[in-house]
């Protein structure tokens, strides 16, 4: 079993940034892949940003450039610096984490971008 709490979401101005940390813990020996997804009211849960153990990093092409997808591995801990931040950025963002044959899911943090 793995639980992932996420924290850092808030209300921001366009234009401003927030940090997102999502820390891992439970019965695990490694976590090789996390990600962090986001929804927006009416919309998918889309893929915006994951990182490999070993630090291999892929994004969404609406957040290239502006959000960093980083790891601590000692900490179990995936972050995500967003920068640059637009109001279409406004979503719940949750953390996740592949274990084994199971994909486990943070509770998600709101993100506002508004003015």
Do not use: H
Not at 28 to 57: C, D, H, K
Not at 81 to 86: A, D, F, R, T, V
């Amino acid at each position: 079993q793995v639980q992932l709490v996420e924290s850092g979401g808030g209300l921001v101005q366009p234009g401003g940034s927030l940090r997102l940390s999502c820390a891992a813990s439970g019965s695990f020996v490694t976590i090789y892949l996390m990600g962090w997804y986001r929804q927006a009211p009416g919309n998918q849960r889309e893929l915006v940003a994951a990182i490999s153990r070993t630090g291999t990093t892929d994004y969404a092409d609406s957040v290239k450039g502006r959000f960093t997808i980083s790891r601590d591995n000692a900490k179990n801990t995936v972050y995500l610096q967003m920068n640059s931040l637009k109001p279409e950025d406004t979503a719940v963002y949750y953390c996740n984490a592949p274990v084994a044959t199971k994909s486990y899911w943070g509770q998600g943090t709101q993100v506002t971008v508004s003015s």
